[in-house]
């Protein structure tokens, strides 16, 4: 069974600073493409930042700068550091792996989690 587990989210103040992290279990997890991706209430779901397998990085223009997504394969776990965060940062933010397969691409979710920002 296949788990994804964000933590580490919650309520800041403008300018601070959040590190999430997604736990993942069921899946190897070293082969993964990983990304984080995020949701605000009427908007749709936006990749925030990945990090192949081979551990290359891509952001979007909104956090290029203020974020890093890294990861640790021995903890199969992965990471996204937040800072000077915004009120526009908030949102629920979602783990998400995925990898190439013969028919095209497999991939999994976490169940999010909260970033508010907001003084």
């Known amino acids: 069974q296949v788990q994804l587990v964000e933590s580490g989210g919650g309520l800041v103040q403008p300018g601070g600073s959040l590190r999430l992290s997604c736990a993942a279990s069921?899946?190897?997890?070293?082969?993964?493409?990983m990304g984080w991706y995020r949701q605000a209430p009427g908007k749709q779901r936006e990749l925030v930042a990945a990090?192949?397998?081979?551990?290359?990085?891509n952001y979007a223009d909104s956090v290029k700068g203020r974020f890093t997504i890294s990861r640790d394969n021995a903890k199969n776990t992965v990471y996204l550091q937040m800072n000077s965060l915004k009120p526009e940062d908030a949102a629920v933010y979602y783990c998400?792996?995925?990898?190439?397969?013969?028919?095209?691409?497999?991939?999994?979710w976490g169940q999010g989690t909260q970033v508010t920002v907001s003084s």
């Open positions: 990090i192949t397998s081979g551990s290359n990085t």
């Open positions: 069921g899946i190897i997890f070293s082969i993964y493409d």
């Open positions: 998400n792996a995925d990898r190439a397969v013969s028919l095209g691409r497999l991939g999994y």
